[in-house]
Every structure is written in C-alpha cells, then in structure tokens.
C-alpha cells in the first residue's frame, strides 16, 4: 500500500510540473519572519531558504477550522503530535520529542501550555537543527508564531463566532484602528468554551492582546505588545493498553473496549495564567542599514494535577498521580544589524535572556478509609470502569498536598553572539554561512521530599554549570532558474544537561547533546501559483551519559528521511496543499526502533471554488503505526482520516464555514504520552463559524 501510495505521488508530481498558467497571483506566507525583520532588501522568499519549511496562514487557520498548533501540525509533512500528558503542545519533529521548542515572533516561549491562535498572522516549522536563528535547542525543528500587529493606515475590525457539535464554542474580535497618520492601535480578544468526546472534559481559555505601532518618522518604527492569558481546562491522559491475543510475543494495542472511560476525578485539571510584555524598535540608519532591538518580559504561572493509568492486568488499572507547579519569569533582549551589499547581506546580532524557574511537585496520596490497608501511597488499584474506588469497593480519599517528590529553584543566563551572511556569489549561486555562539550558565537548586510521607524540603544538591557552543550552518543553494532552486546544507544545534525545562540536571558532568543536520532538497515555484519542494535529510545525535557501572557511554540516534510538499493554486478554481514525510530512525548504540516515529505520513487539503459564492474541500490525513514505549511492548496502529469543510461567503464582509472532522467516524489513537497512556481520537465532529468583517 506505502509503495503504490509513492508511486502516485511520483505520478501526480510528474504531472503538474508541466503544468501552465496564464495568471501570476501573489502568494501569502511565502517569506519568514526572520527573513522580514533581517532584512535590507525585499525578504527572502522561502525557495532561497536552504532548509524544508513549512508556512500556514491566518487564512488557512480559518479555513480548515484549526483551533490549535496540534490541529496545524496534522497537515505538516516532517512533524506530529505526542501526547504532552494532555497539558501542552508536545511534537515530534524529525523523529526528536520536544515540549520546548516554540517560538512566539522569534523569541523563546518554552513554557508548557497550550498556545492560542487568535493573534497569529502565520505559523511557520522550520524542519532540522538550527541554532543559528534561534539558539540552542531547536533540535529536530521548531514552530514560531507570528503575531499580528497594528498596522498603520488600515482601520477594521473583524469578529469570528463558532460553535461544534461536542459543545464548544469560541469568539474572537480582532479590530484596528489608524489613531493618526503616524499611530495604529489593533487589540485582539478571544474566549473558548473547551469540549470533545470525553467524559468530564471541559475548560476555557482566555486571552487578549493590545499591540501599538508608532512611526517615528521615516526611518524609525516602535511597536508595543501586552498580552494576558488564562486558561483552564481538564486533563485527559487516555487509555491503557493490552496485549491483543493473549500471545506472550503480540504488542499491545489501545483497549477498544475502555475508550469510553476517562481516568481521573474533576481534580485533573490545568491553569495557566501569563502575561507578556514586548516592545520593538526598527530603525533604518542608512541605505544599507538597519538595526532591529526586541526587549519582552513573561511571567509565567502553570499548574496541572492529573490521575493517570500506570498499568493494567486486564480487570485492573493501577492509578498514579501528581501536582505539579511552574513559576517561571523571562527577560530576553534581542538585537541585530543589518548591512547590505551589492551581493547580499549581513547580519550580526546579539541575544541576552536571563530566565529564572521555580518547579514543585506532589505526589498523589491515597488513604482507604474503610480498608484494612491505608495510607497505600501515591498508587492504588481500581477496577477498569469505577477508578474512584478501590478494587475491593472501598472508596478512596485523595490528596496532592502531603507528599512532595521534588522542588528546585533554576537560574538561567544566555548569552548568545550571532553572525549570518546571504552571498550572492553569481546570478545563479547563493551561499548562506554563519554561526552562533552561546554561553548558557545555569543554576540549580534541587530538593526532594522527606523521608516517607512529607511536605518538607531536603536539599539534595546545589550546582552549576557554564557550557559553550559554536553552532555553525552553512547552505548552498543553485538556482539554474529563478524560480526553482537546488540545495544543500549543514546546521548544529544543542540541549545542555538541564534539558528543556532546567528542573534538574541529567549527568551534568557531561557536554551538551548535539545535533547534526546535513540536508539536499529541490524547490519550484510554478509561476507564482504552485510550490513544490523535496528534501533529503540526515540527522545524527550524539549524548554523553553514565553507562550504570561507573562509567561512561555516548549514545545517540540517527535518523533519515525525506519530505514531499506541493502547495498553492492549480488554478483559479482549485487549489492543493499536500505533504508527505519518511522516517527512518535507530539508536546509533544498540539496536531496536525509536518510539513515537511512524515510518510513514501524509496529508491532503484540496478545495475547489464553485463560485465566488461557495467552495467544498476535503482533507485526509494518514499516520503509519507507531512504538509507544519500548520495543514491542505497545504500539499504535495506523489511521487514515478523512475531513471536509464548506465556505459561504454572501458578501466581500460576511463568511460561513462548516467544518467536519473525522467524516467516516474511523477509531484512532493519533499518540500516547506512556504505555497505559493512549490518547482517544476525536469521531465525527461538526463546527459552524460566522466571520464578519466591518
């Protein structure tokens, strides 16, 4: 099936590569947000972008009804979703897990929480290691949001409503207003009423964002940005698994017959509550210079508690929980300066981010009132179908507050110079060379819980650690036309020992993890209307750590694939968005499959425009089956879903869309966080939206 599915590829690329049009059209989302902000000349269309990237638009997010980074990240080639235990965005990028590398308008936004989309102008994954732009981390790609601002000139305001057949709803009003010729004022607000398939799940988000755009004269911009969010909702951590058969040698498989069941109290839930403040200066101090200063500052405050099956003898679900708590405040300082040549430009610029991090975390405790055991610890077992009494009917009492697990207290300096050059080196070579270095010094104090059941601090360890990196790229691109291009190119990027979320060190008398990306690719852009693109890669990871007998080891992975993607206008009545992603994995020490790295995915948007009046288009999305843990313990097996969408559009300044999701009603289990922690796929699902422009 795999093998026929390539082979019409081949034949449906094979066909439109030939194809003509009459019409150029401009074509949104063709230019990154880095290459807008650095830039001389006109921004860098992504065809001189030496690296697979993928670019969705407040338009597309509209139109195929996506309500969050996981919806968008269905219909990328290269990247799909994890669980995130049912608290946050989590990916796989090219084979590499991350909760951490998002990006809101280039500037790091690491937290772990569920991000909005009301205030996006476009979101763009950028795919393999890239240091260079965005500092460490990054490592198998990364997602950057960017936001709208007020634009000055234009006065408008726009409101969306909508409401699904699960219960949820949403409303979001996006106005602005051009105060004067030289000041704007846009503000962006947004409410969500969650729900889906799932027992108990509910919750809201929240958000507004005011933004101010003030022309100094003509050579100077400032722009301002607050943005408050607050959100709530319930935390869903799925079904257990089973063997399917009862043979020894079978991996397990989500339990069809428990998919109806949510594991957990009302206490699983999530908050978030954040604001961010950001400021921006663009100044044009010559003909060919320009600097560009961003100053933001967040203060973060997430909570999440949660039951979760830990594991399942067939009648049984054992049950374990926590609280978990993330202060977490962020200064960054970015700055740059562009000079461009006659043969290109150049960038040098220096980042500052100073964030510091406090963590604590609760394990749950049960107490049977009734049993003759109490105080059975922060687990107990249940039967399958009532979890909120034990497996002898006894009901069980439960608190978060009593046994504390871990604390620690993070203090995180980065220090980052950067240096990046676009060379023209003749009408048909472009080079791309640069690299960053960063200084990352990090302290942390760590603590655990006293002995047996207590809520008081033991300091285990206080310890710190500077690490450096130089991470290089170097891209070569050969264009033998102007819109089509060839490439090839080398990046690096880095994790030090305090991982992602710099809650405790992971062997920290080792160097960093690197990450190597070397990449060929191919892009034609048919005449303005059309994108294709492929690209090979070869990515290698190389970790230090202890090898349990005293001793130490480097192990790593490598993967390698590659990417399909054809985007754009057939013609002036259809239009296609299709992308397809291969992915071979293994461990570089060792032997065995990667979990959570289908070999195989693919996706389909197509629409075609009956009139002006009304346009239908249908959407499919595949994933190949998938290890969720270790080697054939437990797997997901592959899915095939099919969506559809209509828009009605009466007049230039009112819209309606009907959006379908899963339209055949297929059982899946898109991801699982652990192995008795399967995620339950969304059935049929009808949302109705009114967009009204004034």
Same mark, same amino acid.
């Given at each position: 099936?795999?093998?026929i599915?390539?082979i019409i590829v081949?034949?449906?690329v094979a066909?439109?590569m030939?194809?003509?049009?009459?019409?150029?059209?401009?074509?949104?989302g063709n230019?990154?947000?880095?290459d807008?902000?650095n830039?001389?000349?006109?921004?860098? @269309?992504?065809?001189?972008?030496?690296?697979?990237v993928?670019?969705v638009?407040?338009e597309?997010i509209l139109?195929?009804?996506?309500?969050a980074?996981?919806?968008?990240?269905?219909y990328?080639?290269?990247?799909?979703?994890?669980q995130?235990?049912?608290h946050?965005?989590?990916?796989?990028?090219?084979?590499?897990?991350?909760?951490?590398?998002?990006?809101?308008?280039?500037?790091?936004?690491?937290?772990q929480?569920?991000?909005?989309?009301y205030n996006?102008?476009?979101?763009?994954v950028?795919?393999?290691?890239n240091?260079?732009?965005?500092g460490r981390?990054?490592?198998?790609?990364?997602?950057?949001?960017?936001?709208?601002?007020?634009?000055?000139?234009?006065?408008?305001?726009?409101m969306n409503?909508?409401f699904d057949?699960?219960g949820?709803g949403d409303?979001?009003?996006?106005?602005?207003i051009e105060?004067?010729?030289?000041?704007?004022?846009?503000l962006?607000?947004?409410?969500?009423?969650?729900?889906?398939h799932?027992?108990q799940y509910?919750?809201?988000?929240?958000?507004i964002?005011?933004?101010m755009t003030?022309a100094v004269?003509?050579?100077?911009?400032?722009?301002?940005?607050?943005e408050y969010l607050?959100h709530?909702?319930y935390?869903?951590?799925?079904? @257990?698994?089973?063997?399917?058969g009862g043979a020894?040698t079978? !991996?397990?498989?989500?339990v069809d017959?428990?998919?109806?069941?949510?594991y957990?109290?009302?206490?699983n839930?999530h908050?978030?509550?954040a604001?961010i403040?950001t400021g921006?200066?663009?100044h044009?101090y010559?003909d060919?210079?320009k600097i560009?200063?961003?100053v933001? #500052?967040? *203060?973060?405050?997430?909570?999440?508690?949660?039951?979760?099956?830990?594991?399942?003898?067939g009648t049984?679900?054992q049950l374990?929980?926590?609280?978990d708590?993330t202060l977490?405040?962020?200064t960054?300082?970015?700055?740059?300066n562009?000079?461009?040549?006659?043969?290109?430009?150049l960038t040098?610029? =220096?980042?500052i981010?100073d964030t510091d991090?406090e963590?604590?975390?609760?394990?749950s /405790?049960f107490?049977?009132?009734?049993?003759?055991?109490?105080?059975?610890?922060n687990?107990f077992l !249940?039967?399958?179908t009532?979890?909120?009494i034990?497996?002898d009917?006894?009901r069980?009492?439960?608190d978060y507050?009593?046994?504390l697990?871990?604390h620690?207290?993070?203090?995180?300096?980065?220090?980052?110079?950067y240096l990046?050059g676009?060379?023209?080196?003749s009408?048909? /070579?472009?080079?791309?060379?640069g690299?960053?270095?960063?200084?990352?010094d990090?302290?942390?104090?760590?603590s655990?819980?006293a002995s047996?059941r207590?809520?008081v601090?033991? =300091?285990k360890?206080?310890? $710190?650690? *500077?690490? #450096?990196?130089?991470?290089?790229?170097l891209?070569?691109?050969?264009?033998p036309q102007?819109n089509m291009s060839?490439?090839l190119?080398?990046s690096?990027?880095?994790?030090?020992?305090?991982?992602?979320?710099?809650?405790?060190? $992971?062997?920290?008398?080792?160097?960093?993890?690197?990450y190597e990306?070397?990449?060929?690719?191919?892009k034609?852009?048919?005449?303005?209307?059309?994108?294709?693109s492929?690209?090979?890669?070869?990515q290698?990871?190389?970790?230090?750590?202890?090898? %349990?007998? %005293?001793? $130490?080891?480097v192990?790593?992975?490598?993967?390698?694939g590659?990417e399909?993607?054809?985007?754009?206008?057939?013609?002036?009545?259809?239009?296609?968005n299709?992308?397809?992603s291969s992915?071979?994995?293994?461990?570089s020490?060792g032997?065995?499959?990667q979990?959570?790295?289908p070999e195989?995915? /693919? $996706?389909?948007w197509y629409t075609?425009?009956?009139s002006?009046l009304?346009?239908?288009s249908f959407?499919?999305?595949?994933?190949?089956?998938?290890?969720?843990?270790?080697?054939?313990?437990?797997?997901l097996d592959?899915?095939t879903?099919?969506?559809?969408?209509m828009?009605?559009? @009466?007049?230039d300044? *009112?819209?309606v869309?009907?959006?379908?999701?899963?339209?055949? *009603?297929e059982?899946?289990?898109?991801?699982s966080?652990?192995?008795?922690?399967?995620?339950?796929?969304?059935? =049929?699902n009808?949302r109705?939206s009114?967009?009204?422009?004034?």
């Amino acid at each position: 099936m795999k093998n026929i599915f390539k082979i019409i590829v081949l034949v449906f690329v094979a066909s439109t590569m030939f194809a003509q049009q009459d019409e150029e059209l401009e074509v949104k989302g063709n230019v990154l947000f880095k290459d807008q902000v650095n830039s001389m000349k006109p921004p860098v @269309p992504i065809i001189n972008v030496p690296q697979a990237v993928s670019i969705v638009t407040d338009e597309d997010i509209l139109n195929q009804g996506f309500r969050a980074l996981g919806d968008i990240v269905r219909y990328v080639p290269g990247i799909h979703t994890t669980q995130g235990e049912g608290h946050r965005d989590a990916v796989v990028i090219r084979g590499v897990r991350t909760t951490a590398d998002f990006y809101q308008n280039g500037l790091r936004d690491d937290v772990q929480y569920y991000r909005s989309l009301y205030n996006v102008e476009q979101v763009e994954v950028l795919k393999g290691p890239n240091a260079l732009l965005f500092g460490r981390g990054g490592t198998g790609g990364l997602i950057n949001r960017v936001s709208k601002k007020a634009l000055i000139g234009e006065t408008f305001t726009n409101m969306n409503v909508g409401f699904d057949s699960f219960g949820a709803g949403d409303f979001a009003v996006d106005g602005n207003i051009e105060v004067n010729d030289s000041v704007a004022f846009r503000l962006m607000v947004h409410s969500d009423s969650l729900a889906n398939h799932r027992d108990q799940y509910d919750g809201d988000r929240f958000g507004i964002n005011p933004t101010m755009t003030f022309a100094v004269n003509s050579e100077t911009e400032i722009g301002l940005s607050l943005e408050y969010l607050d959100h709530e909702r319930y935390i869903d951590r799925g079904i @257990p698994t089973s063997i399917i058969g009862g043979a020894s040698t079978s !991996a397990s498989r989500p339990v069809d017959a428990l998919n109806h069941i949510t594991y957990g109290t009302d206490g699983n839930v999530h908050t978030t509550e954040a604001s961010i403040l950001t400021g921006t200066l663009v100044h044009n101090y010559s003909d060919s210079g320009k600097i560009n200063l961003t100053v933001s #500052s967040n *203060d973060f405050n997430k909570m999440y508690q949660n039951l979760y099956v830990n594991s399942y003898d067939g009648t049984n679900v054992q049950l374990k929980g926590y609280n978990d708590v993330t202060l977490r405040e962020t200064t960054t300082i970015a700055f740059n300066n562009v000079n461009a040549f006659d043969r290109g430009t150049l960038t040098v610029g =220096l980042d500052i981010i100073d964030t510091d991090n406090e963590n604590t975390r609760f394990n749950s /405790w049960f107490d049977n009132e009734n049993a003759a055991e109490r105080n059975i610890d922060n687990h107990f077992l !249940a039967t399958a179908t009532d979890f909120q009494i034990d497996k002898d009917g006894n009901r069980t009492a439960l608190d978060y507050t009593s046994d504390l697990k871990t604390h620690s207290t993070t203090d995180l300096e980065v220090t980052s110079l950067y240096l990046n050059g676009n060379i023209d080196l003749s009408d048909q /070579w472009i080079m791309v060379l640069g690299a960053r270095y960063e200084q990352v010094d990090t302290s942390i104090a760590y603590s655990e819980g006293a002995s047996g059941r207590s809520a008081v601090r033991v =300091l285990k360890n206080t310890a $710190s650690r *500077d690490d #450096s990196n130089v991470s290089p790229r170097l891209g070569l691109i050969y264009k033998p036309q102007e819109n089509m291009s060839l490439y090839l190119s080398y990046s690096e990027s880095f994790i030090p020992k305090s991982g992602e979320q710099y809650k405790k060190w $992971s062997a920290a008398t080792f160097d960093p993890d690197v990450y190597e990306n070397t990449e060929i690719g191919f892009k034609y852009d048919m005449d303005d209307r059309i994108s294709m693109s492929f690209a090979y890669f070869d990515q290698e990871t190389v970790k230090g750590q202890e090898d %349990g007998i %005293g001793g $130490s080891e480097v192990i790593g992975m490598a993967i390698d694939g590659f990417e399909i993607g054809i985007a754009g206008e057939v013609n002036d009545q259809n239009s296609i968005n299709f992308g397809l992603s291969s992915v071979d994995a293994t461990k570089s020490a060792g032997s065995g499959e990667q979990k959570e790295i289908p070999e195989l995915t /693919w $996706s389909l948007w197509y629409t075609h425009r009956a009139s002006d009046l009304f346009s239908l288009s249908f959407g499919a999305l595949y994933q190949d089956d998938q290890l969720i843990n270790k080697e054939n313990q437990a797997r997901l097996d592959d899915f095939t879903r099919i969506d559809m969408a209509m828009t009605i559009t @009466p007049s230039d300044s *009112d819209t309606v869309r009907i959006n379908i999701e899963n339209l055949s *009603d297929e059982t899946y289990y898109p991801h699982s966080h652990s192995t008795h922690q399967a995620s339950v796929g969304e059935p =049929l699902n009808v949302r109705l939206s009114y967009q009204k422009t004034f």
